[in-house]
């Protein structure tokens, strides 16, 4: 094998060089034209730069970045090289727009990159998709901006947005804060009521440090144990049967979306005719598939990510059974008789409501409603969110839809920064 890398003549002091920057690893590596260490990793540079990506200009860290993205995910298969240039122009712009005094730097992203996939290595985190790299890496370089946000939920609200955290969503402020700007919370009356189990306090609270301090007050927090939950770690099965429990929207105003965790992004306001939906959520790919048996039974359906949820519907439709007063139990074996995850379950209630002629004043969504409301599984032109597209949809697409998040988390810098500048106009001026 050294053999190989001695026939590349010049590179036996790069050899060294390389054997230094990953110990045991020198000799075993693939062969490979041209590998520099940068960034504590002997990274190979062939195929950067036979891709003509990044302006096909040999610049050895626009490749290295290049590398750095294909190193972080030897097990996408299906990743093509264009793809993930595509990717590195999209992290690239999003590293230029976001962080404009180091935006030529391209070593500082390189280490942004790094710090990201690095995180993968500690977590033991095994990515299968160049599009999660993406998306954990757009969202590192633009956690600062989205602390910084200026977005608030109502002061008076109208709608309330749930959101689910437990301990494990450290980064959930990111998608909240972006969600309120996205939805223009403020203006258009959404509340925000932060739903988490008793190991989540931190998460609620780094919520809450991430709004504005004028509206940190807006936040409602709502354990589950107010709710008779006293559970350390509430299981997957138990949060689907609590979002189609009526106990779950006591409180909340008429109108709600559900959402949570760190999978979600917002990306325009709700309209008033998606809001007068009884249910709205991604469609599924499965439940139009040939192959599933009665397609109607889900036609109403989509999933509950990100999702429009009528309290009514489920105060009238779903679970019953409150744990706070009947007790766990009886709770407990009320979601036994669900069979289904709370978005199917209640699908299929609404699809056999509207069979049965007794649908009343629910509207149930046609799909072209479901797609343009959410992606997921199925591409949409301008979905008001996109709930995991990273692990399921091309990067093409993905890197689209971002387009629009981006600029409004650039737009919203550009004031911060107005205002910031204002400040210290402010305080030079007095103390002139
Ligand atoms: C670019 O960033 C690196 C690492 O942060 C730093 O060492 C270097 O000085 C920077 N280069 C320029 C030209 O600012
Ligand atoms: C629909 O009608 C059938 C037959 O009358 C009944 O068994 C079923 O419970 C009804 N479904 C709903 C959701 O009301
Ligand atoms: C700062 O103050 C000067 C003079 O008072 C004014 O002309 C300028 O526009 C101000 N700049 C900002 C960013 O507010």
Redesign the pocket.
Known sequence: MLAKYRGFGAFGAALVLLRACCPGRAESMPPCMERRCMIGRCLCLDQAFNSNCLDGARNPHAAAFLYALIDAVPKDRTARVEQICLISKSLRQTYEALHERDARNMTKLLEQVALVTDGYRALGHRVHRIGVTFYDVFMHLAREALLEMDACPSATPSRTLMWFVSSRDVDAALNVKLALAALEAESRGWGLRVVHNSQAKAVVDSVERALPAHCRSRLESVSLASMGINLPRIRRGQLSCLQASKIYFEGTRDTVVIAGGEDVIVRRPISDQELSYTMLGAPWTWCRAPKHKNTDECRFGGNGGFAIRNPAFVAEHGIQARPKVEGFKAWARECGTMHHNDDIYLAIKMNELYVNGTLGRFRPAPYDALVRFAAETIESDDPVALHKTWKYLSPEYTVRQFRKPLLLIRASLGNAN?EA??RK?ETN?RQR
């Open positions: 107005r500048r204002a106009n001026r």
